[in-house]
Nanobody, 119 residues
Framework: QVHLVESGGGLVQLGGSLRVSCAAS????????MGWYRQAPGKERELVAV????????YLVDSVKGRFTISRDNAKNTVALQMNSLKPEDTAVYFC????????????WGQGIQVTVSS
């Protein structure tokens, strides 16, 4: 059974940094791309970042380029999103996802974790 558990969210001030992590289990982690999505109140869920199974390819949505980085540790079955220079518009629930097809075809999701950026 696929299980994705996010951690590390919270409240941060404008311009601050936050790191969210995801622990995966129930599947062969190193065989799948992994991604982070987010959903702000009243908006649709959107793709933020995807990392390939090997870590060799990364996709970032334009709005976070230069501020966010995605990384993975295949030995620990974890994927992380490092968020710097945070803005109020980054406020959302962030979801870890297993990505079946590059770059935006997720088939399993975590429960989500709140990230709030105050101004």
């Amino acid at each position: 059974q696929v299980h994705l558990v996010e951690s590390g969210g919270g409240l941060v001030q404008l311009g601050g940094s936050l790191r969210v992590s995801c622990a995966a289990s129930g599947f062969t982690f190193e065989s799948y791309h992994m991604g982070w999505y987010r959903q702000a109140p009243g908006k649709e869920r959107e793709l933020v970042a995807v990392i390939s199974w090997s870590g060799g390819s990364i996709y970032l949505v334009d709005s976070v380029k230069g501020r966010f980085t995605i990384s993975r540790d295949n030995a620990k079955n974890t994927v992380a999103l490092q968020m710097n220079s945070l803005k109020p518009e980054d406020t959302a629930v962030y979801f870890c996802a297993r990505v079946r097809n590059w770059p935006n075809n997720a088939d399993y999701w975590g429960q989500g974790i709140q990230v709030t950026v105050s101004s």
